[in-house]
């Protein structure tokens, strides 16, 4: 299978391309900095909130992976907006006219706003979110359910709620300092 992997030399990213290369998987890397990936193997730089990739790029690809985003650092709004809504849209939709068969967007639990208790909470009870990241994540989120609910190109949302592993940032990085300094 043919891969293309947005971010991919992230903290999500790198295992993922590491994983798809281990099955057998021919992947395509794009990251803004166009660092290499774990293995050495160079990825495509390019700022997806300003450009996008080349068609030719996508053609023959079987599955793009977007996994690229602002997360876990202070920004404007519009920077958010820009990358983890916009760029999102574009991108599904030159996957779509590429014949790409699948998208998946990497979303975030923030997507689904604040909960308004301890339940589990199903679609129907999300709330509006309350910071820029979150809001742009669900933007994109509705942007794609809305545009391609009839594509030909299924599109797949992934809301993880805490990713963990070796040099992890965000909550868990907290976390873990937190548990050094004997809290709680």
């Known amino acids: 299978m043919k891969c293309l992997v947005s971010g991919a030399?992230?903290?999500i990213g790198r295992q993922l391309c590491q994983q798809l290369v281990a099955r057998g998987d021919t992947v395509i890397a794009l990251s803004?900095?166009?660092a290499p990936l774990s293995s050495g193997e160079p990825s495509l730089a390019i700022d997806l909130a300003v450009s996008d990739p080349d068609v030719e790029l996508l053609r023959g690809v079987d599955v793009f992976f977007h996994l690229a985003g602002i997360a876990h650092r202070q920004e404007r709004e519009s920077?958010?907006?820009a990358l983890n809504y916009l760029?999102?849209?574009?991108?599904?939709?030159?996957?779509s006219a590429a014949g790409i068969r699948c998208?998946?967007?990497?979303?975030?639990?923030?997507?689904?706003?604040p909960p308004q208790s301890l339940a589990v909470r199903a679609e129907s009870g999300c709330t509006q979110p309350e910071d820029a990241y979150g809001r742009s994540k669900w933007q994109a989120e509705r942007a794609l359910q809305e545009q391609f609910s009839k594509d030909r190109m299924a599109v797949v949302i992934v809301r993880p709620a805490l990713v963990y592993?070796?040099?992890?940032?965000?909550?868990?990085?907290?976390?873990?300092t937190a548990v050094r300094w004997g809290l709680p």
Do not use: C
Request: hydrophobic share 50%; charged share 15%; proline share 0%.
């Open 103 to 113: 998208f998946i967007f990497l979303s975030s639990v923030k997507a689904m706003g």
């Open 32 to 34: 803004k900095s166009g």
């Open 9 to 11: 030399t992230g903290f």
């Open 87 to 95: 760029a999102t849209v574009r991108l599904a939709r030159l996957a």
């Open 79 to 81: 920077a958010y907006e």
């Open 165 to 176: 592993g070796a040099n992890a940032k965000g909550n868990l990085q907290m976390l873990a």
